[in-house]
């Protein structure tokens, strides 16, 4: 793996404002803010269970457990962390956490990561959660199928930071799917110039379908964009790509 794939490193400092009710106003290059990740921690994924990683003592580790068990039915409190990545599944958090630490020590064993509806998210977090799910990976394969933070008041500056910190990795499996769903993002910029970067394979799309502005009221009805050409100021994006005319079985949040 490179040298951002083995045990997390702290990315340098250079800016970092936090404002907002939310703390996603943030000015910063996501490349430079740190990562702090327990990723990695459990000492034998062969062995160690979902109980025993996760204890339903913890009311955010308990929320974590159940999200895991529900994205697979094969899975339950007594699997290993083994079982948990052949699993190969997507968990879905819908249910608000006030401390990310549990679920930052098992994100690498998810093969895509949906955290929706948090009311404290802010930028530093949405840098961790990413790096836990890139990092010392024990789920096998070069494509993780979705990356989300829907509804969770994710901003242009937020986009810009997901974009930033995935790019940052010299060597990570590619994401098939960025879900942004409801959140407030007039703006996507960002990831245009993404797609326009050498960074542009790691992300196949950006599903962000359903936008909104800051007072909950609809922005627009946006559609899934994949790989697009771009050409001086015109943007190219072939009629297959939209879901009325492909019947794609995109993971939606």
């Not at 979705?146 to 986009?159: E, H, K, Q, R």
């Amino acid at each position: 793996m490179g040298k951002q794939d083995s045990i997390v490193k702290a990315l340098l400092v250079t800016s970092l404002v936090l404002s907002g009710a939310w703390g996603l106003n943030v000015t910063a290059n996501a490349a430079t803010i740190p990562a702090t990740v327990t990723s990695g921690v459990i000492p034998d994924t062969n062995t160690t269970t979902l109980d025993e990683a996760l204890p339903d003592s913890d009311a955010n580790a308990k929320i974590v457990k159940a999200a895991i068990i529900s994205s697979d039915s094969s899975l339950n409190g007594s699997s290993t962390l083994k079982q948990v990545a052949d699993a190969n599944s997507i968990v879905k958090i819908q249910k608000n956490l006030t401390d990310y630490s549990p679920l930052l020590k098992v994100a690498n064993y998810f093969d895509g990561l949906i955290v929706n509806n948090q009311t404290n998210l802010n930028q530093q977090d949405m840098v961790e959660i990413t790096t836990a799910l890139l990092t010392n990976r024990s789920s096998a394969g070069e494509l993780l199928q979705a990356l989300g933070f829907s509804n969770d008041n994710v901003n242009t500056d937020g986009l810009s930071t997901v974009l930033d910190t995935i790019s940052s990795f010299d060597s990570a499996p590619k994401i098939q799917y960025l879900i942004l769903n409801r959140n407030p993002l007039p703006d996507l910029t960002a990831w245009t110039n993404f797609k326009k970067s050498t960074n542009k394979q790691k992300i196949g799309n950006l599903n962000a379908s359903v936008l909104k502005n800051k007072d909950g009221s609809r922005i627009t009805e946006g559609k899934t964009t994949a790989p697009q050409t771009l050409k001086g100021t015109t943007l190219k994006v072939p009629y297959s790509l939209f879901s009325e005319y492909t019947q794609a079985n995109d993971p939606q949040s």
